[in-house]
């Protein structure tokens, strides 16, 4: 087969950048050749200039085997060929016939400055080739319910995690729960036992509100003398805690100090934006991957597990998730595979928290095995052949079809406003 990897331009891709290129990569493990492309509505269609980022690695920048072009978290692609669908739709029209598998890595656009009353995205989809949708979180119903105007074009929706799942429940289309690829060794390597370990507790992330990196910046001063704080990422809330000329007021503490600062004081270790290799390295030597990420929008739908879980997870590390984003998640059990910390706790007893856990090497290496065992599930090429099934419109009896709402059908129509001014 010729697939194809959609994706729109958006600021901070994140995790989609990783989910493409392992995706690519499973299907290339299964025979089928892989190709990209970036829909725009301005600028010229075609291949951009390329710079060689070899000297830049240090700054995140890597080579993506599953895509072949250099990438980097929070940038996205280099050389990825941009198609202006506003003046070149007849281009995508003719080029769309050559696969056999359209895969939409971001949906549809976001209703932006950027797109207002721009409705030619719906053309996009208006072709025979099959196609499926990705959906990575659990705003379909609050930020883009204008899909309800391209389902019947869709062969299914592949839904990465639980909030995804369900919030898709107002979809009349065949739906199932995919997790993100990843790449799992084909043979176990060495996993460095916790006594071999660094305590280092590690977050690495995109900085966004609902990650609530503020809490671990917070939670840092209250660990104990030799146990670091590694946090790796970069994005809008990072600038807001970290401005030289004015922090928001919700990153200063009572005493006006900043939160940010007292981190550093305290020994914080901040990496900016890493590549895959410096990821992994930090999480095989460290004991902990702590992860508070919550939002009420998205976990109002069900539990959300970022990929960076898996990550850490695939280098032994174990995760520490918030109780709030992980409640009735269903791959995972507390104590098992991960350990839950209280959201609403305050920094204080975070950091008691964390270094408690820290001296219970017993059960984080009972963690560690019992994920290894669970980590096939994962496997790039098994996700990459579950999202083939479902875009040839196999393994129906195990999708779940939804049912519009009024509401849900009230609201789509008013987002579709903002893009046709009708």
């Known amino acids: ?40 509505n301005k600028g010229r269609t075609g291949f951009p200039k390329v710079k060689d980022r070899s000297a830049d690695e240090h700054n995140g920048w890597e080579w993506g ?19 202006n669908y506003t003046t070149d739709i007849g281009e995508w029209e003719y080029k769309v016939k050559e696969y056999d598998l359209i895969v939409h890595a971001i949906s549809v656009p976001t209703a932006t400055k950027q797109t207002k ?84 507790v590690i977050s690495v992330q995109t900085f966004k509100r609902c990650k609530r990196a503020d809490k671990f910046v917070r939670m840092v001063p209250h660990l ?13 809330e990072y600038h807001y805690m970290n401005s030289k000329d004015k922090v928001k ?11 940010w600062e007292n981190a550093i004081k305290a020994g914080m270790e901040y990496r900016g934006v890493v590549n895959s290799a410096n990821r992994d390295s930090l999480f095989a030597t460290s004991k902990l991957f702590l992860d508070f990420s919550f939002s009420k ?18 280098q032994g590390c174990v995760p520490v998730m918030s109780d709030l984003t992980m409640q009735g998640n269903s791959l995972f059990k507390e104590r098992i595979n991960y350990v839950s910390i209280p959201f609403d706790a305050s920094a204080e007893e975070h950091g008691e928290f964390i270094n408690n856990l820290m001296k219970d090497e017993e059960l984080l290496d009972n963690i560690t095995t019992n994920n290894l065992e669970l980590l096939y599930q994962f ?29 849900f059908k009230n609201d789509a129509t008013r987002k579709l406003t903002h893009f046709t001014g009708i």
Request: net charge negative.
């Open 297 to 314: 929008s998205h976990n109002s739908h069900g539990s959300v597990f970022n990929r960076t879980m898996i990550e850490a997870m695939i």
């Open 224 to 236: 104990k003398y030799g146990h670091h704080a590694v946090l790796c990422g970069t994005g809008i």
């Open 1 to 40: 087969m010729k697939i194809l990897i959609t994706h729109f331009k958006i600021q901070d891709f994140g995790g989609i950048i990783n989910y493409s290129e392992v995706l690519a990569k499973g299907f290339k493990d299964l025979g089928h050749g892989v190709d990209s492309i970036m829909f725009k």
């Open 379 to 407: 496997e790039r090429s098994i996700i990459a052949q579950k999202i083939i099934n479902l875009g040839m419109g196999k393994d129906i009896d195990k999708t779940s079809f939804g049912f519009a709402t009024d509401k």
């Open 117 to 200: 009353l721009d409705s030619d995205w719906i053309e996009l989809y208006d072709h025979k080739t099959p196609q499926v949708c990705i959906i990575h979180d659990g705003n379909i119903q609050k930020l883009y319910p204008h899909i309800h105007f391209i389902k019947e074009k869709l062969m299914g929706l592949v839904c990465v995690h639980d909030s995804a799942f369900n919030s898709c429940e107002v979809m009349e289309i065949n739906r199932m729960l995919i997790p993100n690829p990843h790449n799992i060794p084909d043979e176990q390597v060495h996993i460095m036992p916790m006594c071999e370990r660094s305590n280092n």
């Open 249 to 259: 007021a919700d990153y200063l503490e009572p005493d006006g100090s900043r939160i």
């Open 65 to 83: 085997t599953g895509l072949g072009l250099w990438m980097h978290q929070k940038t996205g692609w280099q050389g990825m060929y941009e198609l």
